[in-house]
């Protein structure tokens, strides 16, 4: 892999004082690989905005470039502000730009309905300050009317002022390869990098996918069911799935690779080696 194919890692933030210092320990193993950032989510209606601030800080603290994700959904102007104002003041110039999603039970949508309308205020309020991810969805968003909608919305998103762009996770390589193409069929040419899901469990796997609209191909379910708790040959299939993914990605010229790391450090690692990715 080429250094100017860049890697990055996902977390989430941890809710006790022991999960942060298992967390530290797993960017520490995955550090040794040289990523670009290490980003982190963000819960429904910003019900994590402590947890992802403090996790980013000890990210940044330890040396290492961390990007926290921001969703606006049931926000208003002035708390969006502030929270931009408050990452400036950290030291942070890269956001994970997101529409998200609003706590069950809530119905304010707040003063941002889509995550176009986000772009384009931080640009607005902080000019070139940080660099925007946006999120891709080349199986289209599970809530989306359309296929050709979909990739509207996502144009319309980049056109405001993303940089680049993240997709969500699939098996598919083609899916990828035809939303790339659609998008500069459509005149976009900023760097969408696939989002890779290494696998360690089905069933989670099966209902993270269900959720997020992702396609686990026929075939490889039936594989992946077939074992039942036979977590090893699970593991075993998954890296070898993901890692030959990741190859014909590279191969084909995605500008890097986005890990879901789900807090964990050793599947991706065992992938990033069958990758040849190193320290470097």
Not at 13 to 37: C, F, H, I, Q, W
Not at 60 to 73: N, R
Not at 236 to 262: M, N
Request: charged share 20%.
């Amino acid at each position: 892999m080429k250094p100017q194919q860049p890697i990055s890692f996902e977390f989430f933030p941890t809710k006790t004082a022991e999960g942060a210092e298992k967390l530290a320990l797993v960017r520490d193993k995955l550090s040794v690989l040289n990523p670009l950032y290490f980003s982190v989510t963000y819960g429904a209606g910003g019900s994590t905005q402590e947890g992802t601030i403090n996790t980013v800080k000890s990210i940044m603290e330890a040396g290492y470039s961390a990007a926290p994700h921001l969703s606006c959904i049931g926000s208003t102007r002035d708390s969006i502000k502030e929270i931009l104002q408050l990452f400036i003041s950290l030291g942070i110039d890269r956001i994970v730009a997101l529409r998200g999603d609003l706590p069950s039970g809530h119905r304010d949508v707040g003063e941002f309905r889509y995550a176009n309308e986000l772009v384009e205020f931080i640009r607005a309020e902080t000019g070139d300050h940080f660099h925007i991810e946006a999120a891709a969805y080349p199986e289209v968003h599970p809530q989306a009317k359309n296929a050709q909608l979909d990739l509207e919305n996502f144009i319309r998103k980049m056109d405001a002022g993303a940089d680049s762009a993240i997709t969500q996770y699939f098996f598919n390589i083609d899916s990828y390869l035809y939303f790339i193409d659609s998008c500069k069929k459509a005149g976009l040419d900023k760097p969408i990098v696939p989002g890779i899901m290494p696998i360690t469990n089905y069933s989670r796997l099966a209902g993270f996918s269900d959720m997020c609209g992702a396609e686990i191909p026929r075939w490889l379910a039936k594989r992946l069911a077939g074992y039942g708790d036979d977590i090893d040959s699970i593991k075993a299939l998954g890296l070898e799935v993901i890692s030959t993914l990741c190859e014909k990605l590279l191969a084909e010229g995605a500008p890097g690779l986005h890990f879901y790391t789900l807090n964990q450090s050793k599947t991706t690692l065992d992938i990033c080696h069958n990758l040849g990715i190193r320290n470097h």
